[in-house]
């Protein structure tokens, strides 16, 4: 389907409310919610029943004209044939008028999504890892969202409710007068409302088209590089030279010793299990309502503090420079990775990359294998090796000796304001050594040591230091990708 495209000086935002639900519209909206995931399963199974018949058929030694046709997952074929089959299939016949036609469109439009990722993916169209067949969504596992395009869908004129079709008016938790404003104004309109059971409570989330002037950063001139860490959340360093380290909150690791004592409580109280048919006890619920509130409420301490910190980098500096991070290879390390999860890398990134385009300013994504934090922010030399555990850079030429973070921090903002101005910084060699050649600095896994290592290290390998120079000026557009 085609990208919608918002209007010039118009961009597309949303607004999430919480709501509070009556009894009875919380069964409407768990209704909907499931009728998406039964359209989702039905389209799975209708568009993959085709493929294994034809497989079936090839074992049979049927010719290729004689195999059944490939049935189409677009969404417009999704829709006429599941507008065919509710009406005689027995798994929809008899209730699927109770809910609107927007939740089996959900359905259909995630199934169309997901199919055309996997041809994707299977052709080498699509980045990332490779995708699989789309699967089944177990009622006990699917996540509980339903989208609504068309039809009624509005903010009333009181500031508490919305509307929402074949749902009507539901309360709020919170007042809708910001949005409510700017849709009575003209300087908004809704695209689409999706609602969405996370957290433990009910949300409702407006995709609005919002005129959003271009505004002005504090300082347009300075480019500033985030370097994002564990122990400290974000070390910024500009190119005046101030330097500012953002602790990390560790939301998680504060809430995990009552986590743990939750969790003992909920392992004491019988729970369900699949395999006997029992269910879950009063008590049981009652401990695990408990512990998953804990669980939402360091969520949201956590998006709160990263949204703090995005939205105060982007509104002060001209350029922001951060790193291309391997988060999902990042975390694959067992002692990190709760560490690492918890920081919210990516959505740090992410948060920068639109909020920059709001403010006026632009974000420079630096290559992941950029060695920020090997390279001297005094001198250029690239060292080359230098263990996590080594917090402290100490350069072998300059004798520079400065903190780890910082000195990464340094060496982004002196690449984005090579790139962005083409001007050297204080420390650029004139004499530029090339990278390793064959990608030999782009090391992915960790080399074991060989059983024929003679004296010395691990490996037969000689102790030494190397240091490399690098003139920023000149690599600076191969290791940088602008946004």
């Known amino acids: 389907m085609k990208r919608f495209e918002p209007r010039p000086g118009f961009v ?8 509070d639900p009556n009894a009875a519209q919380e069964r409407a909206l768990r209704s909907h919610c499931g009728a998406a995931r039964a359209a989702y399963n039905w389209a799975v199974s209708w568009v993959s029943a085709s493929w294994w018949q034809r497989k079936a058929e090839q074992s049979y030694g049927v010719p ?11 969404l417009p074929a999704l829709r006429k044939a599941f507008n065919e089959a509710k009406r005689t299939d027995a798994r929809f016949a008899t209730w699927w008028e109770e809910n609107s036609k927007e939740a089996y469109n959900t359905g259909l439009a995630g199934a169309a999504a997901a199919f055309d990722n996997y041809a994707k993916s299977k052709n080498g169209k699509r980045k990332g890892k490779r995708l699989g067949m789309p699967r089944h969504k177990a009622k006990r596992k699917a996540r509980l969202a339903c989208r609504f395009t068309t039809g009624a869908i509005r903010i009333e004129a009181n500031g508490r409710h919305i509307t929402l079709p074949r749902l009507g008016t539901i309360r709020t938790h919170e007042p809708t007068g910001k949005l409510l404003g700017r849709v009575l104004a003209g300087t908004a309109r809704i695209l689409s409302a999706t609602v969405r059971f996370e957290r433990g409570r009910w949300f409702a989330s407006f995709q609005v088209e919002a005129e959003r002037e271009v505004g002005g950063v504090a300082r347009p001139d ?5 370097d994002l860490g564990v122990k400290a959340l974000a070390v910024t360093a500009d190119s005046l030279g101030q330097v500012r380290h953002i602790p990390n909150p560790a939301h998680y690791d504060t809430a995990l010793k009552t986590l743990k004592r939750l969790s003992r409580r909920v392992s004491r109280r019988r729970g369900p299990d699949r395999r006997s048919g029992h269910k879950q006890s009063r ?5 695990d309502q408990e512990r998953n509130r804990v669980h939402h409420r360091v969520a949201n301490l956590r998006a709160d503090a990263l949204h703090k910190l995005t939205t105060a980098i982007t509104a002060e500096y001209g350029t922001v420079a951060v790193e291309d991070l391997n988060v999902a290879g990042m975390l694959k390390n067992r002692r990190l990775a709760r560490k ?12 920068i990359t639109y909020k920059s385009t709001w403010n006026g300013s ?11 934090s090997k390279t001297c922010s005094g001198c250029g030399a690239v060292k080359a090796k230098l263990p996590l555990h080594v917090r402290v850079f100490t350069c072998g030429e300059c004798s520079l000796v400065i903190d780890r973070d910082e000195n990464a921090a340094r060496n982004l903002a002196a690449l984005a304001a090579a790139c962005t101005t083409g001007t050297g ?8 050594t090339a990278s390793k050649p064959r990608g030999a600095d782009q090391k992915t896994r960790a080399t074991r040591p060989s059983r024929k290592a003679g004296p010395g290290r691990a490996g037969g390998a000689i102790p030494h230091q190397r240091a490399e120079t690098r003139d920023r000026t000149q690599d600076a557009e191969a290791q940088l990708a602008l946004w």
Do not use: C, H, K, M
């Not at 935002?13 to 709501?19: G, I």
């Not at 994504?365 to 950029?370: E, F, L, M």
């Open 283 to 287: 008590r049981w619920l009652q401990a």
């Open 425 to 432: 910084v204080a420390g650029d060699q004139d004499a530029a």
């Open 222 to 226: 300075v480019v500033v590089g985030v």
């Open 362 to 372: 632009r974000t420079v994504t630096v290559n992941r294998w950029y060695p920020s």
């Open 12 to 19: 597309v935002q949303a607004y999430r409310f919480a709501l």
């Open 64 to 74: 290729e004209d004689g195999l059944t046709p490939w049935r189409p997952w677009s």
């Open 340 to 351: 690492i999860s918890d920081a919210g890398f990516g959505e740090i990134r992410r948060q």
